[in-house]
């Protein structure tokens, strides 16, 4: 060897062992074990930026755990797939990061069960934004439960309902009020629930937790006149106001300078609840189209067939239909213009009361309730029996003990209709 080089060897040696002559990948690597990860990441995305598969696989493992930055799960995928297209290898490091994934999903839902909400919040909130259903469904139940504050309040509904609300009681009336205002008057607060009224400068909202007996847990006194489209009785909408007084068990707490800030996003839960209560709604009207359709077109055969003497003597026989259904709520489907259509199914009967007898008929009919009926006046309006299907029936005598259906003491005589 050269005297030169023998004389540079020792320090040749010295800069291999500090590191001096390291690979950036085993810098980056280095800097992120030993938590430098400033250092870590301006080194990855120089690599990444050179293509570099290792680069990726720093950039998604940054961005699962929020290093840098948000947590970001969408990005770490993106990231871990740039990995394993430059280099197959990758593969398992895609499969232990969508692992970890699963895994603070997990983490979260422990959180929430401990009582810790915001830390749950905070690793709902990535995991709902990837795409998780656990990770949706944890963030809606934390927010449609109020379990933490919106982003501008100093405390979320459901610690003002423990700590504040009209509803909780102490050993003293004074100690209410001194907790009161030490603790929750003069505080900001964004909540959301829904509009039950407006009267006035007065917007009434539900909430949940809430009063059982009565529909209004909060009066808002408004300090601008809200839009329209957004006050609409029933719609779910945030709201700010400052914190007033507290009711009771009955009367509402109240916020003053308040303002309704726009409309609310349903949980997954409320939005369930809704389409059940709309298609309620539907199936009660089909119900009475139905009725209305067996009254009209089955009563008057049935009576001139039954009691022709008592019509030729000029008697007025009264009668009405009733319809007991076997389907549900759930046969309904709504249609492109907004229209909802079933099949319904069960018994209609007609009952002439004076003469204690009754008209009976399996049926089937197919029925359409026109979109917007919640504003329609008139049911002629709202829908129509689109096709009706009976077979055959029965006149049946009532019984002393029971008035219709029953079978021990009801004399049936049976009755096609034609015959």
């Not at 809430?210 to 300090?223: E, I, N």
């Not at 068990?249 to 109240?254: E, K, L, N, V």
């Not at 709520?329 to 004076?354: F, L, N």
């Amino acid at each position: 060897m050269p005297r030169s080089l023998r004389l540079f060897a020792p320090l040749l040696l010295t800069l291999a062992l500090t590191g001096c002559f390291e690979s950036k990948e085993e810098r980056a690597l280095g800097a992120y074990r030993d938590r430098d990860y400033e250092t870590a990441i301006a080194l990855a995305r120089e690599l990444a930026e050179d293509g570099s598969a290792r680069g990726y696989e720093l950039l998604a493992l940054a961005s699962a755990q929020g290093i840098g930055g948000e947590r970001d799960y969408t990005a770490a995928m993106r990231w871990i797939d740039k990995a394993v297209a430059a280099d197959p290898g990758f593969e398992t490091a895609r499969t232990r990061l969508r692992a970890q994934i699963t895994a603070d999903a997990e983490t979260a839902r422990k959180a929430f069960d401990k009582g810790d909400f915001d830390r749950a919040a905070k690793l709902a909130e990535p995991l709902a934004a990837y795409g998780s259903p656990a990770g949706r469904d944890l963030l809606d139940r934390l927010y449609a439960g109020h379990f933490v504050a919106l982003p501008g309040s100093e405390m979320s509904w459901r610690q003002f309902w423990n700590e504040c609300s009209g509803t909780v009681r102490r050993e003293t009336e004074g100690a209410d009020a001194a907790a009161f205002e030490d603790s929750c008057a003069g505080r900001k607060v964004v909540w959301e629930g829904f509009l039950v009224a407006k009267r006035g400068p007065t917007a009434f909202i539900q909430m949940n937790p809430g009063r059982g007996r009565v529909r209004q847990d909060l009066a808002l006194t408004l300090a601008e006149e809200p839009d329209p489209a957004l006050a609409e009785p029933g719609a779910k909408v945030r709201f700010s106001g400052i914190v007033e007084g507290c009711g009771d068990q009955s009367r509402p707490d109240r916020l003053a300078h308040g303002r309704i800030v726009d409309r609310a996003r349903l949980s997954r839960l409320e939005i369930a609840r809704e389409d059940l209560n709309r298609r309620k709604k539907v199936d009660a009207i089909c119900v009475k189209l139905v009725e209305d359709y067996f009254e009209a077109n089955y009563g008057p055969p049935w009576i001139e067939a039954m009691f022709p003497d008592r019509l030729k003597n000029g008697e007025e026989i009264r009668y009405r239909a009733t319809i007991d259904t076997d389907t549900g709520a759930d046969v309904y489907t709504q249609q492109a213009d907004g229209s909802w259509e079933g099949q319904i199914g069960g018994r209609a009967a007609i009952h002439a009361y004076v003469l204690e007898k009754t008209y009976v008929e399996h049926f089937t009919a197919d029925c359409r309730v026109a979109a917007g009926f919640e504003k329609m006046a008139a049911r002629k309006d709202m829908g129509e029996i689109l096709a009706f299907n009976a077979q055959g029936g029965e006149t049946v005598t009532w019984g002393a003990e029971e008035r219709f259906g029953g079978q021990a003491e009801v004399e049936v005589e049976e009755h096609k209709r034609g015959d």
